[in-house]
């Protein structure tokens, strides 16, 4: 991004800010709601291949997750177990 675009941006935001300044309460939400829209329109719908894809990555991350915080769980509390000297059960 060159110092143009930066211009532009910071101008732009600034015309936006002064317009949305001048609706009234109503017409700010009228346009959030309308702003809304335009962006759920750029929204993909994933195909059924990338669906399954995106669910088992997930899954098997979550599956690691699982294994790491019961992994860590049993080395702390075999730790606490031998540093209060309470019996294994």
């Not at 929204?43 to 690691?64: D, G, Q």
Request: proline fraction near 2%.
């Amino acid at each position: 991004m060159d110092q143009d675009d930066v211009r532009g941006d910071i101008a732009a935001s600034g015309t936006y800010a002064l317009r949305d300044s001048k609706l009234g309460f109503f017409g700010r939400i009228a346009l959030f709601f309308r702003q809304v829209i335009s962006e759920l329109r750029k929204v993909v719908t994933p195909t059924r291949k990338e669906l399954v894809k995106f669910t088992t990555v997930v899954f098997v991350f979550v599956l690691i997750v699982m294994g790491l915080v019961y992994g860590l769980d049993w080395i702390f509390g075999t730790g606490a177990h031998y540093v209060f000297g309470v019996p294994l059960s």
